[in-house]
Structures are given as structure tokens and as C-alpha cells.
């Protein structure tokens, strides 16, 4: 079970998007996270007349992965980024929280 899923709401604390918060878009294995338009870099495209549908060339905006440590999970009630922990809850099942608060993280 991680810490950081895909769909959560995330603060960046370190690196040039800092402070800028997105979604979670996918988490890999080596950890790191892919958020939606957060460490956006250029790349060139070649043209692809075979795919469907065509691929203009040119340069392209890519989102590309940030490692886990670098991102904090975003609390509404506090406004700010937050570490995540796990606890067990009364029917004896993982839940997330946040540890400063100590609420929990999917409500």
C-alpha cells in the first residue's frame, strides 16, 4: 500500500515547480510520481503520417516524473502539504492519515 496514489491531490516541496500543486496522473515502481502539469519539459516530435490520428511534428510539451520525496500529499482543511502514515481503523483495516493532523486521508 503507498503512501501517495494515483488521483491524490499533491503539493511539490522541492525542485523549480515548488510550491505548485497538481493530480496525481501515475505511480511508478521506482518512486516516482507523474502529476498533471507539474515538471513539464520540451520535447521534439518527428511527424507520423501511420498514426491514428496524425502526429504533427514539432516541439511538445511532455510531463515528466517527479521522485516521491519530493511531493507532499495536500491537506484542504489546513491548506498545506502533509506527511501520509497508516493507522488501523476500528474494523481492523489500513487507512491512510495524515500525520500532523491525524485526520484521514481518503474520507
Known sequence: MNKIRK????????????GRRGTVIQVFTDG????????????HQKPNPNANPQVPG???DVAMPLDISNVLVFNPKSK???????????????VR??????ERVDI
Open 80 to 94: 498545506k502539504g502533509e506527511r501520509v502514515g497508516f493507522e488501523t481503523d476500528e474494523s481492523g483495516n489500513k
Open 32 to 43: 516516482r510520481v507523474l502529476v498533471e502539469g507539474i515538471n513539464i519539459a520540451k520535447k
Open 58 to 60: 514539432g516541439i511538445v
Open 97 to 102: 492519515v495524515f500525520k500532523q493532523s491525524g
Open 7 to 18: 488521483g491524490d491531490e499533491i503539493i511539490v516541496r522541492a525542485g523549480k515547480d515548488k
